[in-house]
């Protein structure tokens, strides 16, 4: 079934970025995970809550996060704000089933840079993340 | 329930399986039930709030969540996985549900059963 | 371009300056010099004009000289008589007699020694050059005249002085004696001073000559430096005449651009306004604070349901048809677009007004629900920024529909499956003839659609007429088939052939029909002849089940006509408020010659229809009338085998015919005029029922009531076989159908 994705492995970072996944299902870290492994990132970090999430954001600052909106302890919406106050270029891209239109047009003005809704599949996702990496750079 | 709610369910249902596995899920003929409805290893469930009360479950055997797990590329199968993997379709669904039902008609409130034994442990 | 020109002409103006002070410093110099020499060769010439003055005073002086000498000559030759002798008859010019001693004649001395002095005072102007003279003048005018002229003088003077002596001491003979001693000095005296006279005069002629070069020199240089200062005025206004002719090419070359951009600009407004106009879609500039621009499309007009959208702000718009969650979302939203840290491509997937359902109040205190599906574009100035969105809007309510139709076909579909399910109780014989006769008419209606030649009716209303002509037709023929489906108690069918007659009702309405109206008409009839095709599927499926079951075939017995007629009243009676029974105990079907069957028993389905959509009260109002609420059905029939013709007596005790309902009817399908529904009485006026249309049912409802069953009937025994119906009636008893129909 893995050779059924398309191979993200044609697509490599020019600068050293680091990249933080918050997702609260462990399928959907491993996943994203899975889909940039071989595109060079400087660090890969992972949060299952909004919490864990600030706690490593505010040791290290990522380039670039992927951001659930539906969690525990701390909502996604909330985590960008405040990742956003410590560092005001990051680039969040919001990823939630949340399919109802104020949603998207909230996370985006709260500051998020992208908005891709689930369920998603190797595309959309390596369209998203590679926008966002095209505004770090 | 009407039935246009419960076609936003098979509607998120049939949308997640296509984009995930890449082909669309043959919808079997519905039917009424008033026993247990967790039949399978692993079952989630959506809570529907507001006006028209109920609950959506997910539930699926093990060998069935093995498959989605694969082809979100996942090579473990522990039952952590398998449950979480549950949870997040239920999630999915219940979230692409709100395009119709709106917010307040869905809660995400999500009980992921592990097996018949234990329903739901959290 | 317009910056561009702006930004040229500071660098155009310099290099102007540099040329301006070449090309005029010189000729002021020109200038200058001319005047100065004019100036120069002005005061010359002055001199000049003074010098001839001078010699012109002293060329008289010289005259004065030769007339005074002639005078003191005159005057010393000329005697006067003596003052002492008072001899009045003297004459001045008589002849001198010397010898006359009579006249007493005296030198005028004193008027020649007078002369004599001035003449001495002149040669001392001449000797001066002139009498205010600074000057001598000059030897080549003064010559040995001067010198000659002063000693002749000296000599003359010698010679007159016992002459000039007054009173004159010598005698007359002494005086002539010395006048012409002095003769020869005075002629050379005088031809001298006329020598010197004529120099004079020469000189004053050369002066003259050459004070009129100079005078024409000064002009000359005045008029030069004239000339070079208008040259230069002229260079100057050339120069601006050049610029000002630059400026105006300029003018005209961007006059002429503009034009031709203008009328560009013309054509493409009349293209755009065109555009505006006949575009299916809104579009229009927004700017910062939301207000729809000037120029917009017609179609968002309509869309938007406003008359005048100058001046109004798209939220406004929205916050009138959209929710106040979806509002303050699309609030946001519009907001983001202008600003240029969002990116775009990220605003435009997650748009709200994407596909947006709205609602528009209908005047009526409802609302009309419509679906909108919005795009924006960012306008990006040069700088960067977001001043406009263009934003389009079109009303894809239809096309939603139809999605939403075909989901709801595909879960009619589903539903299929279980109003199939319904055939199980049909006995097999007479599913077959159903669908069989179903078939039959599909093919009949379908025949119809396409027999259409509407090449030779091209004007729209013989087209029109021939469309409803066929939209009739195909209501016969579903109403027939649902009269056969309620019969034989398939659900499905008579809910899908009422779906399609209520399409038809639609149409009647339509005020000019196409052959596009009959598209959805054409389908709903495709999709029971696909039901149809799924009968028998199913059918041979459920035969095949039933012989595996049985282990051997089956054998069915068709539903006898009098159990169909019960089923139907029974059915009937379910379905609406009343209740009938039917009386069945002088019909038996079995005695109707087998090739009749048919039509009799559509006529007793189409009867017993009407019975229950206008000859039956409802039970309460039954009750009321102190009727019984069970309604009575009878049928008589027999076969008359010597005039082979088949009879058939129907009857219901319902309250009869409404005659005042029928004339109504009448009158509104134009089958009688308001004179000729008055005047008709109420047995004449009962068979109009048969007419096409006709219905006294006030409403449509499920069961009948659409005027076509009786028309139906009607149309087939009586025009097609020969046969006749006859009616009887009494109000609030019954209504009674005689047919006779050949056999």
Redesign the interface.
Known sequence: ??S??PSPADYTLTAPLKLLIVDD????R??IE??IEKWNFASIQTAGNGAIAMEIFRKEPADIVTMDI?MPEMDGLSCVEAMLRIKPNVQILVI??????????????RG????L?????AAKIHEALQ?MIE?VV | MKEQDLTSFIHGTRNYFSCVMGSSPEIGTPYLFDCNPIHGDFTASIHVRGQRKGAVFFTAKREMIQRILEAFGENKYDDQLLADMVGEIANTIAGNARESLGDRAVATALRVAADLSSPFPH | MHQQREALRPMEMNSENESFFKKYLYPLLIIALLSIIGVGLYFENTSLVRQIENLQKLSQICSQQISLLHQIQADLSIVQPSPLENNSDSTLTSSIDLKTPTLHLVPRSEEARLAWEQMEKNNSILEQGGEHATQPLPPRIRGESLTTIFTLQKNLHEQFTPLLKTPIETSLEESLRLLNQSHENRLKLKNEIETLNARISTEIETLRNQSTLVHQGAFGAFLLSALVGLGTFFTMVRRSTDHAQHVFLQLKDSNEALTKTSSALRQYKLETELIFKTIRQGLFLMNRDFQIGSNHTEELISIFQTKELTGMTLTGVLQRILSEKMYRTCCDYLEMLFDSSKRERTLVKINPLDEIEVHFPDGSGGFQTKFLCFNFNRVVSDQNEIHQVFVSVRDITEQIQLTRQLQASEKRKERQFLLLMGILHVKSEDLQKFTEQTLQEIDQINAEMKAENLSGVTLGIAQDAMLRQRMNGTFRKVHAIKGNATYLGLDYFVHITNEIEDRINELKNTPRLSGEDFLGLVLQVSELKNALHEIEDLKIRLLSLREAKLGHPVVESSVTLEAGLENLCRTLSRQTDKIAKIELSGFHSDAIPAHRTEIIKQTLIQFIRNSFSHGIEATTERESKGKDPTASISVLGHYDSAQRSYHLVYRDDGKGFDTDLIRRACLNHGFLTMQEAQSVSDDEIIPYIFKPQVTTTPEADQLSGRGVGLDLVHHQIVNELGGTIQTAHQKEAFCEFRVTIPC
């Open positions: 079934m893995n059924a994705l299902s462990l399928v959907i491993r996943s899975r889909h539906t939630s089933a949340l399919a109802d239109k104020s949603t998207a047009v909230e996370a985006v003005k998020a840079m992208g908005f809704l689930k369920p998603f599949d926008e505004d």
